[in-house]
């Protein structure tokens, strides 16, 4: 059974950091693929970020570049999103999401959501 845990979130200034971790299980191979996904009050679902954990192959989406960063720890069962200057338009819930299988995030499984909040 595929088990996704999210944490890091909160609240936290403009311009500031946090750095959100989802640990997993139930992986049996290293051909799956495992992000993150936000959605902000009465907007839909996004994809922010993806890693592959076959190549490390990592995926953002165009808002984030440049201030997100995505990594994988195979040993620890553990995936972060470091998020650095923060904006008020980041804030939203964000979700882990696994697919078992590929090199992009499609939302096979999900995680319960950490909510982020970013003041201005």
């Known amino acids: 059974e595929v088990q996704l845990v999210e944490s890091g979130g909160g609240l936290v200034q403009a311009g500031g950091s946090l750095r959100l971790s989802c640990t997993y299980s139930?992986?049996?191979?290293?051909?799956?693929?495992i992000g993150w996904f936000r959605q902000a009050p009465g907007k839909e679902r996004e994809g922010v970020s993806c890693?592959?954990?076959?190549?490390?192959?990592?995926s953002y989406t165009d808002s984030v570049k440049g201030r997100f960063t995505i990594s994988n720890d195979n040993a620890k069962n553990t995936m972060y999103l470091q998020m650095n200057s923060l904006k008020p338009e980041d804030t939203a819930v964000y979700y882990c999401?696994?697919?078992?299988?590929?090199?992009?995030?499609?939302?096979?499984?999900w995680g319960q959501g950490t909510q982020v909040t970013v003041s201005s």
């Open positions: 999401a696994a697919d078992l299988y590929g090199r992009t995030c499609h939302g096979e499984y």
């Open positions: 139930g992986f049996t191979f290293d051909d799956y693929a």
């Open positions: 890693i592959s954990a076959s190549d490390g192959y990592t």
